[in-house]
């Protein structure tokens, strides 16, 4: 177990880098689990959405390093499609190592550095919005005007601070992608991203293996600043 400092509160960095669940309860009738101290924050969203018609569910909360890492080389490798801005497949084979990273980390986290390890970020959508047997695709297009989840993108815009969440990827910093549906709980996400280091991000995953690694680690600060601290 590994430890940091922030404001003089002890940040396990177990957390941090979703290598424990010890801070997670389970969201009721999901699998899916998030931070215990943003349980009733979140439950009081989801009460005052319903009230002006939206269902707020979820679609994504915790992740582990394990699925992280697995996402990450599943990419990587060519397995799965790593896109560009605009849907279409970008061919790795054709790129640098680092120019690879950097395309996959516009729509993926580095393991170790996803805000989903720390249970306080949830992706989600209106479910009063579409069918039961609705693919969800987590797509800019059905956050849009146009879209099912409009209401809800405006809505959030509205409201979601109230309750104490932000959206950290709302804009497009020319890192991550604009993401409408991922929100984060301020008060518990805060705590963990002042205690971030990525000396010790770096000292981690040297003892890891990953596709793309040398790339990584020897960009790690460069990576950090454009795809992983937020402004």
């Not at 640098?96 to 249970?119: C, N, Q, Y």
């Not at 963990?192 to 003892?207: E, I, T, V």
């Not at 890891?208 to 990584?216: G, M, R, Y």
Request: net charge negative; hydrophobic share 45%; with cysteine.
């Amino acid at each position: 177990m590994v430890s940091a400092h922030s404001n003089s509160e002890h940040i396990d960095l177990d957390e941090i880098f979703g290598l424990t669940e010890k801070h997670l309860s389970q969201i009721v009738g999901l699998d899916l689990k998030i931070h215990r101290k943003s349980e009733p924050a979140f439950a009081e969203l989801q009460k005052a959405a319903a009230l002006d018609g939206i269902d707020i569910r979820v679609a994504s909360a915790f992740r582990n390093f394990e699925r992280q890492l697995l996402i990450w080389n599943a990419k990587a490798s060519g397995e799965w499609d790593c896109l560009d801005d605009a849907g279409d497949c970008i061919d790795l084979g054709k790129l640098t190592d680092l120019e690879a990273v950097k395309a996959i980390m516009r729509f993926s986290a580095l393991p170790g550095a996803s805000r989903h390890h720390w249970g306080t970020d949830l992706d989600i959508y209106d479910a009063a919005a579409v069918a039961e047997n609705y693919q969800l695709q987590l797509v800019a297009a059905e956050y849009d005007a146009g879209g099912p989840f409009h209401n809800l993108n405006l809505w959030l815009d509205q409201r979601a601070g109230d309750f104490g969440f932000a959206r950290p990827y709302a804009s497009d910093q020319g890192g991550i992608a604009p993401e409408a549906w991922h929100i984060s709980h301020i008060e518990q996400a805060s705590s963990y991203s002042l205690a971030y280091d990525p000396k010790q991000l770096l000292g981690y995953l040297r003892g890891i293996e990953f596709l793309l690694k040398d790339a990584v680690l020897n960009n790690l600060q460069y990576l950090f600043e454009r795809y992983i601290q937020i402004p």
